[in-house]
């Protein structure tokens, strides 16, 4: 960020000096305390277990500057002014005297005053119910060649890791990489009102928090609001193979740049082929075209990288250039299509992190691939937030892996599947899979996160060691 003075973040936020001189020097925000040093500005957020509040004293004897706080606490503090609670936002459920989201409703307001004092900075937007954490890694690696590039961590998406992301850009920064989530109306009205994007890009409109919104007509209205929020001068870069993106085009100033296979995409991917599971295509667009070789496995990427390619163009790349760094990606955030081959011959896919229908037939396509000529299993936990679509969406995907060829199908505590052997837990999907995985398979786990099912996968690389019990089980196996 910027170098504030603690009197200046005061004004900035409408908050007031409490036992502080205002000179304070704050050059960092943090909401972890044991992440906080010196210049260091600790929000007092109230979590699950704890309130910040009672770590205020801590964090500024590790080094902060001041705390950004709902109320007094016994340390240099901004005090913020109450605010509105939006329903449905990061800390909702935690939040029970409104207290986070003052100290969020402020935070929105420094992330503005530091951006917009940063005028050479390019900030780029993404938004999508799936490949919003993908697509901001791709960013990430074709924008940082062509200059200093800040990107979140992980899914850092919402009212809390958006500004915090933003709060990482300084003076030198060029580029800033921003996931925009939503799960409901306005949320990323009020994202893009914190951290204005000049670039948009809108991956898909699926069946992700279905259950939250209602209808995918309502997701399309809430995840247009990225475009909406761009200025004239900038840019809205769109799937044209997904209808209800495409038909954002009408609801921006900016202009707009249609990607993906279909007709009318300004940049294109031709000559489509998976190669284990990893696409090489042709980038073609306006300015030229260059050969793509993804690393990242599944077809579901090459719109993903186009959608990168897009931003890298407008922002200075040459289509060899943004073919180079996009051929150099690797998976950035854990969990997302891991692909692990095991010493016993056992190919692991580690795709744990998050599941809805529409990221389920990405990735059982990409296990088709990825197990050509070999015997594929999918490993499947329950897929959340559907509401009354839950049953049918579950039945849907359990069809899609047989038409997929999927040989397993194995679910776990997920009955609504209603087809494939059901285990109860993740202790007991572990155990089939030692009895029963041979050399060659190839095994797909995936669940929405709250399965917890990344614990199987982690349990299930484990037991590819040599010299493991189960290896020992496999190679039994082998044998018979
Ligand atoms: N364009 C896409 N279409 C469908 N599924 C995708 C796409 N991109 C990624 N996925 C899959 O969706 C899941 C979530 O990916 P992620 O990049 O974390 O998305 P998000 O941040 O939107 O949740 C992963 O299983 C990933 O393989
Ligand atoms: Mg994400």
Redesign the pocket.
């Known amino acids: 960020m910027i170098e504030m003075r603690l009197a200046e973040v005061a004004a900035v936020t409408g908050g007031h000096l409490h036992r502080a001189s205002g000179a304070e020097r704050v050059s960092a925000v943090e909401f972890d305390s044991r992440a906080v040093g010196p210049g260091g500005l600790f929000l007092a957020l109230p979590g699950e277990r704890a309130d910040g509040h009672a770590f205020a004293a801590a964090a500024v004897a590790a080094g902060a500057a001041g705390v950004l706080a709902a109320r007094p606490v016994d340390a240099p503090a901004v005090i913020v002014p109450p605010a509105p609670r939006a329903a449905g936002t990061a800390l909702d459920e935690h939040d029970p005297d409104g207290a986070g989201a003052a100290v969020l409703a402020a935070l929105a307001r420094l992330a503005r005053h530091v951006v917009e004092a940063l005028p050479a900075l390019a900030v780029v937007g993404v938004t999508?119910?799936?490949?919003?954490?993908?697509?901001k890694d791709l960013l990430a690696a074709v924008l940082a060649p062509l200059g200093p590039t800040v990107a979140p961590p992980g899914?850092f998406n919402n009212e809390l890791g958006l500004p915090w992301t933003a709060l990482r850009a300084g003076p030198d920064t060029r580029h800033l990489v921003l996931?925009f989530s939503a799960r409901g109306r306005g949320h990323i009205a009020a994202l893009a009102a914190a951290v204005p994007p000049r670039i948009g890009v809108v991956?898909?409109v699926g069946s992700a928090h279905l259950g939250e919104f209602g209808s995918t007509a309502a997701i399309a209205a809430a995840k247009g609001e990225l475009v909406e929020a761009l200025p004239a001068g900038g840019l809205a870069v769109l799937n044209v193979d997904d209808p209800l993106v495409a038909a954002m085009a009408d609801r921006t100033a900016a202009r707009v740049q249609l990607v993906g296979r279909g007709a009318g995409a300004g940049i294109s991917a031709q000559d489509v082929r998976l190669d284990r599971g990893r696409a090489r295509f042709r980038l073609v667009s306006p300015t030229g075209s260059a050969s793509v070789a993804l690393r990242l496995v599944?077809g579901?990427?090459v719109?993903?990288a186009l959608a990168a390619a897009a931003v890298a163009l407008e922002l200075g790349g040459t289509p060899e250039s943004v073919a180079a760094a996009l051929g150099s990606a690797t998976p950035a955030?854990r969990w997302?299509?891991e692909v692990t081959e095991r010493p016993d011959g056992v190919t692991v896919i580690n795709?744990a992190?998050?599941?809805n229908p529409?990221?389920m037939r990405?990735?059982l396509a990409a296990l088709a691939a990825v197990g050509a000529g070999r015997r594929t299993w999918a490993v499947l936990g329950r897929m959340g937030e559907l509401g009354p679509e839950a049953g049918a969406a579950h039945a849907g995907v359990a069809a899609e892996a047989r038409r997929a060829g999927v040989a397993e199908l194995v679910t776990v505590d997920a009955p609504d599947y209603g087809a494939g052997r059901a285990v109860a837990d993740v202790d007991e999907a572990a155990g089939l899979l030692a009895a029963e995985l041979a050399p060659g398979d190839v095994v797909l786990v995936?669940a929405s996160r709250a399965a917890g099912l990344e614990r199987l996968a982690a349990t299930l690389l484990v037991s590819g060691e040599p010299c493991s019990s189960t290896a020992h089980h496999s190679q039994a196996r082998r044998a018979t």
């Open positions: 999508g119910s799936s490949g919003k954490t993908s697509t899914s996931e991956l898909n599944g579901h990427h719109g993903n955030s997302r299509m795709d992190y998050n599941a529409d990221s990405a990735a995936k």
